[in-house]
């Protein structure tokens, strides 16, 4: 068989180091492949106007998978303040380069899992009956609408004639806003289509049917965001009855979601919502599990086999100036897994796992977040692995 083409893109700050470190356990555990690189991020908007140029859009229609490290984001001003002064007043504005990719390559199906490593020092922890300390096993996977919503970027300050002239047509729009000068309005949309809605509700029904998850549950705000939500749940009703009877459908509103989180998280398996609400489920959850550190996503579209690979975590951009990198790589490698499931290489995926686990379990290596340790460059003369080391203690339990 032929090596498979992986697109690695580093991206900002620590990005470029766990990608590096993960990509050395893919290949101490036997996976084959040729990286390339495309360039993505910060650098390439300050001096091209441009964090996701067209060459690297390129690579990945070409290559289908990609490895994603992290991404540096700024408000629009402070994005223009740093562009090369050749680029400067050009009217280019700042837009994230991963929304940028869900949405050029229509990755709509994003699943985050959020699940506990026996062992892990970060672990959830409540208390029981009679002052007990109860540490519940937190085992849930997020499926978040990736391309549409709050994210979907339509939005106006100041919004043009036509767009206003719209909004004066609803009557709830006039009754709370028709009295405030147009140029004090700013307005972010929240556009759902049926047809991508479908898309995420079936893929977490078919991945709960196909991993043994008894449950799938809605997690959106239906009682008051009425014909967005309410589409997603009406829908999630009429596949479930149609297709799914065996699987429950519960259905949570956002709010009382993050205040049951704490208290009942091993309840819930798979958990669908749209874009915004799914980032923050998912958020909550992976807080459970030890925070971004150990939070991995996979972002795919069925239909044209594209589909990127990333941690949840930000580029932290202090830590890579730091001689040696702390970061906790785990999410990163967890990551690789997920991409490792998608291309049909599970065994491998499975044996990386298992060394993941092992690890924690034994703890003998634990990075500075796992130590409870504030992230400062002396850290690892206290005993913290660095993110080297944990790689190689992950590399050592898949030999």
């Known amino acids: 068989m032929a090596k498979r083409t992986i697109v690695s893109m580093p ?3 620590i990005g470029r180091v766990v990608l590096e470190e993960t990509i050395r356990v893919l290949e101490a555990a036997g996976f084959e492949a040729d990286y390339v690189e495309g360039d993505i991020g910060w650098e390439f908007w300050c001096k091209e106007g441009n964090p996701l140029p067209q060459r690297t859009l390129d690579l990945i229609e070409k290559h289908k998978i990609a490895l994603f490290g992290a991404i540096t984001s700024k408000p629009k001003d402070e994005a ?5 002064p050749e680029l400067q007043n050009k009217g280019l504005v700042y837009s994230s380069p991963i929304v940028g990719l869900r949405q050029h390559f229509g990755l709509d199906i994003c699943m985050r899992p959020c699940r506990t490593f026996t062992g892990n020092p970060l672990n959830f922890i409540r208390r029981g009956a009679n002052d007990t300390i109860e540490e519940p096993a937190v085992d849930a996977v997020i499926f978040r609408q990736n391309t549409e919503g709050l994210y979907g970027g339509v939005e106006w300050s100041n919004p043009p004639d036509t767009v206003y002239h719209a909004l004066m047509t609803h009557p709830k729009f006039v009754k709370n806003f028709g009295e405030t000068a147009r140029e004090e309005i700013s307005v972010s949309t929240r556009i759902f289509t049926k047809n991508a809605t479908e898309r995420i509700l079936r893929a ?3 991945f709960a049917k196909e991993n043994g998850y008894k449950s799938v549950t809605l997690c959106e705000k239906p009682n008051v965001i009425r014909e967005t939500s309410g589409m997603m749940y009406k829908m999630a009703q009429q596949i479930q009855k149609a297709d799914y009877p065996e699987i429950d459908l519960w259905n949570t509103n956002i709010d009382a979601q993050m205040m049951w989180l704490t208290k009942n998280p091993e309840n819930y398996g798979v958990i669908v919502a749209g874009n915004m609400f799914g980032d923050i489920v998912s958020d909550g959850f ?3 599990i030890g925070g971004l ?4 996503s996979a972002q795919m579209n069925p239909d044209s086999g594209v589909a990127v690979f990333e941690p949840t975590h930000g580029s932290a951009p202090k830590y890579a100036d730091y001689d040696v ?9 967890e990551s690789a897994c997920a991409m490792l499931d998608f ?6 995926a499975i044996k990386i796992r298992k060394a993941v686990s092992e690890v924690i379990s034994e703890g003998k290596t634990r990075t500075y977040d796992m130590m409870k340790m504030s992230g400062r460059p002396d850290v690892i003369q206290k005993g913290a692995a660095s993110t080297q080391q944990m790689a190689d203690a992950i590399i050592a339990k898949l030999a």
């Open 11 to 13: 991206g900002d700050g």
């Open 80 to 84: 223009a303040e740093e562009l090369i």
């Open 204 to 206: 977490s029904f078919a």
């Open 286 to 288: 992976a807080g459970l």
């Open 293 to 296: 550190g150990f939070a991995s």
């Open 325 to 333: 990198s702390i970061v906790n790589p785990i999410a990163m490698v």
């Open 343 to 348: 291309i049909e290489e599970k065994e491998m």
